[in-house]
Nanobody, 124 residues
Framework: QVTLLESGGGLVQAGDSLRLSCEVSGRSLDSLTMAWFRQSPGKQHEFVAGITRIGSRPYYAGSVEDRFTISGDNAKDTVYLQMTGLKPEDTAVYSC?????????????????WGQGTQVTVSS
């Protein structure tokens, strides 16, 4: 069983930066495809960023690709989402997700394990 634990969310102002962390346990990070999704009230999960293996080329949603960076540390079994230039429309619960399939998926149902999420609120 894989467990994902996110941290690092909070309340910030527009233009600020935050770094989210996702600690992985139960399986080695280097065997997983990892992604970050976000969800606003009343909406479905929205893909944000993903990486098939740490060190491979990441992939992003168009709305964040020039502001967010996904990375990871295999030694710490932790994935990060560095967010800069935050906007009020980035406000959401951010969740990390893991898949055992080495495919650059942007689809929520293709991920096998999910964290509980961390709230990011950006004020204008």
């Amino acid at each position: 069983q894989v467990t994902l634990l996110e941290s690092g969310g909070g309340l910030v102002q527009a233009g600020d930066s935050l770094r989210l962390s996702c600690e992985v346990s139960g399986r080695s990070l280097d065997s997983l495809t990892m992604a970050w999704f976000r969800q606003s009230p009343g909406k479905q999960h929205e893909f944000v960023a993903g990486i098939t293996r740490i060190g491979s080329r990441p992939y992003y949603a168009g709305s964040v690709e020039d502001r967010f960076t996904i990375s990871g540390d295999n030694a710490k079994d932790t994935v990060y989402l560095q967010m800069t230039g935050l906007k009020p429309e980035d406000t959401a619960v951010y969740s990390c997700a893991a898949s055992k399939i080495p495919t650059a998926s942007r689809v929520a149902y293709e991920y096998d394990w999910w964290g509980q999420g961390t709230q990011v609120t950006v004020s204008s």
